[in-house]
């Protein structure tokens, strides 16, 4: 199993441009997220998905949007690129029952962003 | 307040030492907390999950919790060159996880 691949690991975007970070999963999970990492700063959720057809924002949606059309994959849209946006964005994905809380995130490689 | 708080500065340990992270957090309904290990530019892995008060040992990992006092712990025993890296103490609400800033911590040969 490859576990959670994001593409690419580095981008340098001009303000205003748009792209797509891609994320794929080989594990069946069901939830996976994506997340932002800002330097020194721990992880703040952007958008969560607990299954295909299904997403929901996190604490810091603004600026992105997301789609789940498949179980492996989950593709985070940026719009109008900001210097704002300028971060580590790592995709997530776990396991999880309705009444089971045990249960592991596993982490992507991460894809590094700089907006200019 | 901060969902989860994790407020020590760097830690420096030397080398076989004892290294004492801690961590608060504010839901006092959350049942789940995990400590995450993030090595300088590679993502966070999974180290420790606590579910119940009490201690939690896995190897040199002892991991701590107490839901009254809405706290998190973490010690790292015999700590080796190779743990040098940040901690980031987590705690699941509603379908997600909220993380801490993270603690740094530096071993010294």
């Known amino acids: 199993n490859a576990g959670v691949t994001q593409t690419p690991k580095f981008r340098i975007l001009k303000i205003g441009q748009s792209m797509t970070l891609q994320c794929t999963q080989d594990?069946?999970?069901?939830?996976m997220y994506w997340y932002r990492q800002d330097p020194g700063m721990g992880l703040k959720l952007i958008y969560y998905s607990v299954g295909a057809g299904i997403t929901d924002k996190g604490e810091v949606p603004n600026g992105y949007n997301v789609s789940r059309s498949t179980t492996e994959d989950f593709p985070l849209r940026l719009e109008l690129a900001a210097p704002s946006q300028t971060s580590v964005y790592f995709c997530?994905?776990?396991?999880?029952?309705?009444?089971?809380?045990?249960?592991?995130?596993?982490f992507g490689p991460g894809t590094r962003l700089l907006v200019l | 307040q901060k969902e989860v708080e994790q407020n020590s500065g760097p830690l420096s340990v030397p080398e076989g030492a004892i290294a004492s992270l801690n961590c608060t957090y504010s839901?006092?309904?959350?049942?789940?907390f995990f400590w995450y290990r993030q090595y300088s530019g590679k993502s966070p892995e999974l180290i420790m999950s606590i579910y119940s008060n009490g201690d939690k040992e896995d190897g040199r990992f002892t991991a701590q919790l107490n839901k009254a006092s809405q706290y998190v712990s973490l010690l790292i025993r015999d700590s080796q060159p190779s743990d040098s890296a940040t901690y980031l103490c987590?705690?699941?609400?509603?379908?997600?996880?909220?993380f801490g800033k993270g603690n740094q911590v530096v071993v010294i040969p």
């Open positions: 987590a705690v699941r609400g509603n379908n997600r996880l909220a």
């Open positions: 997530a994905s776990s396991y999880s029952r309705q009444g089971r809380y045990q249960e592991t995130q596993y």
């Open positions: 839901d006092r309904g959350s049942q789940s």
């Open positions: 594990m069946n999970h069901n939830y």
